[in-house]
């Protein structure tokens, strides 16, 4: 999918606890395009990409998907176009503990009353190295491993778009090349558009394209 975001602005608190946390910034992201978002940390990164996907508001401006803009004002709009389109990984992985690591990957298809790719998801999972560990829960699993059961469960229902907030913060760097190839080439076999919000330099060299925010302004390239 194409995105584009239009003089988009992101504030938080008012008068004197005013915080710009994304200043207004324009830009296009296109179809099947790997792009990184950089910056320091606290520079708004999380914040651009939680707004482009449809999990906060802006305070001014407008997100577009392929032509149709984000339905921000209809929250049950909004959650059925992410569940379909966007595939997200958190970085605090956001896995259920109740449900073993198989129940969590598979559950956007089961929300999405779709049927489960059994085969495909064995690919993902046997790219990402789990497995054995389908049967485990998130709190038998490492933090390695939680992450990319996130991932396996982001891939399910085939994106249109991912959008990775630092994929590999907690992958050793075997893992995290192994990863980064993952998210590559089902995105480019997918034809599905990649955002990763990173810290790591070697990840985003990797991108077709990098954005650099800093103090919430938006600009290309790594300053």
Not at 167 to 196: F, H, Q, W, Y
């Amino acid at each position: 999918m194409k995105i584009e975001v239009k003089n988009l602005a992101k504030n938080y608190g008012e008068g004197d606890t005013l915080v710009h946390a994304v200043k207004k910034c324009s830009f296009t992201i296109s179809q099947g395009e790997h792009i990184a978002i950089v910056g320091p940390s606290g520079s708004g990164k999380t914040t651009l990409l939680n707004v482009m996907g449809g999990l906060d508001y802006p305070t001014e401006g407008e997100v577009i998907y392929d032509g149709d803009k984000l339905p921000f004002g209809n929250e049950n709009k909004l959650a059925s176009f992410r569940l379909k389109n966007i595939g997200r990984v958190f970085q605090a992985y956001n896995l259920i503990p109740e449900l073993t690591a198989y129940e969590n990957i598979i559950l956007p298809a089961l929300i999405n009353s779709a049927k489960v790719d059994k085969e495909y998801i064995g690919a993902v999972v046997s790219l990402l190295e789990i497995d054995d560990r389908l049967r485990h829960y998130p709190s038998e699993l490492s933090g390695g491993q939680q992450q990319r059961v996130a991932i396996a469960r982001a891939l399910t229902n085939k994106p249109s778009v991912m959008l990775c907030d630092e994929p590999t913060g907690n992958l050793d760097e075997k893992s995290t090349e192994a990863v980064m190839s993952l998210l590559k080439r089902t995105s480019n076999e997918l034809k599905c558009t990649l955002v990763i919000v990173t810290h790591d330099n070697g990840i985003a060299e990797q991108m077709d394209r990098i954005i650099t925010i800093k103090d919430g302004s938006v600009t290309e390239g790594r300053n």
